[in-house]
């Protein structure tokens, strides 16, 4: 006790330097604090893309704006139908199987008013008010997955509670099964139901029915990344049974969909021999796990510079402190013999440095990560990540070791009889 009131007593003596210091600490920890939430974003994206679609014969398909306008394909009074036949072929292909999915949002009457879940969590972009003049009150827009039934078969989900999604949930009516990401749980239940504005179909409110609640973590990769399924509510892409309004109900499916085949050659004739036929786009076979392998490069290369960039702001914070260190030893020389002399250890000496790098380092990083977590919280918390206050304690714990490991070293070395050898000289 007598050690740590001492080491307070003599950073008080200097309260310029205690001042600096602290403020190089505060400062290095604002700057540390990002780089730390990006190498843990930079890391968690490496982790799920490693572990998300293990497989080789999954294929995006995309279709060429240039070859539509070439061909004049919107001006075609046949458009309709051909896009139903060309939506009826590739439901049915010979070799291989097409499946779409993609994120997008939902529009729900009287929903949870929580940030996490909403499209656009600012006040202007959280509600939609009237979609259309029949549908009265303010609507949320949610977070969605929509997925058809191809997909839901070959891709099952794994579910908490309630059930997955059925091949008759793809022909409703008026009322849409629907599934809940796992931070719904607690907010709404199996069978809770809900007023929905649906625009992708019928422009008009249908019915939502809560019929499962999904495990935590799970995971699914887009071409833009890797998205959670933990905040989205999985909608089913109704089956189109006829070329009324079918362009406009075709083509949010056939803007995101995917080829399972073991045989991409044969699938890429296949589809291409039907768009031909009639008429219409020209597809490409893109592979999924070349766009899931450059993701986890680009990731890579993210996460190392960041690492360097945390590296470079902790060799900042310690030089200054170890720095001073060094000075403060060589000043006191003296004073540290005369304490020796008169019955003090080495290790009370060592205690005392020890204890002023812990305060030093202490209130700075307090004060740094107080400022840090404030900035976050201004943001609505959408960057909160606790995983970084726990990063920076344990930083701080191994700066105390390192910059206290060199001074200890040097008052080690400290002998009575080479003090008072200086003082006579």
Known sequence: MNNLKYAINEMVKK???????????????????????????????????????????MYSISYSDSFRKEKNIDKDPDKGEKIFSLYKKLKTLNNGTVVSYNFSNIIIEKFTDKDKFYSNPT????????????????FSDIKALYVDNS????????????????????????????????????IYKIGDEFEHFDYRNSMSL????????????????????IETLDDKVICPIQDIKSSENCNEKVMPWLSSINLITSNKNK???????ISDTLGLYSFNLISMQKEKQNLINFTRKDLKAALLLNLVILLFIAFGIITVQLNSIKDKRIEYGTH?????????????????????????????SYIEYKKLMMNDGHDYDSRVFIVIFVIYLILVIIISYVPCRKLKKLQVNDVVRGLSE
């Open 340 to 368: 020796l002399l008169c019955g003090a250890s080495k290790k009370d000496i060592i205690l005392r440095n020890i204890y002023s790098v812990v305060i030093y380092l202490g209130i700075g990083t307090l004060i740094g």
């Open 151 to 186: 997909y839901a078969s070959n891709f099952p989900f794994n579910i908490e509670n309630g059930r997955t999604l059925k091949k008759e949930d793809f022909d409703s009516e008026d009322v849409y099964p629907i599934l809940l990401g796992a931070d719904y749980k607690g």
């Open 206 to 225: 249908k019915k939502l029915k809560v019929v499962g609640i999904l495990d935590r973590y799970q995971y699914m990769f887009d071409r833009s990344g």
């Open 123 to 138: 006040d202007k972009g959280k509600y939609v008010l009237n979609p259309i003049d029949s549908v009265q009150g303010k």
């Open 15 to 57: 309260p310029l330097i205690l001042i600096l210091i602290i403020l190089q600490t505060a400062i290095g920890t604002c700057i540390l604090s990002p780089g730390i939430l990006q190498s843990i974003k930079a890391y968690d994206l490496y982790t799920k893309s490693k572990n998300t679609l293990n497989r080789n014969d």
């Open 267 to 273: 699938s890429a004739e296949e589809i291409r021999s």
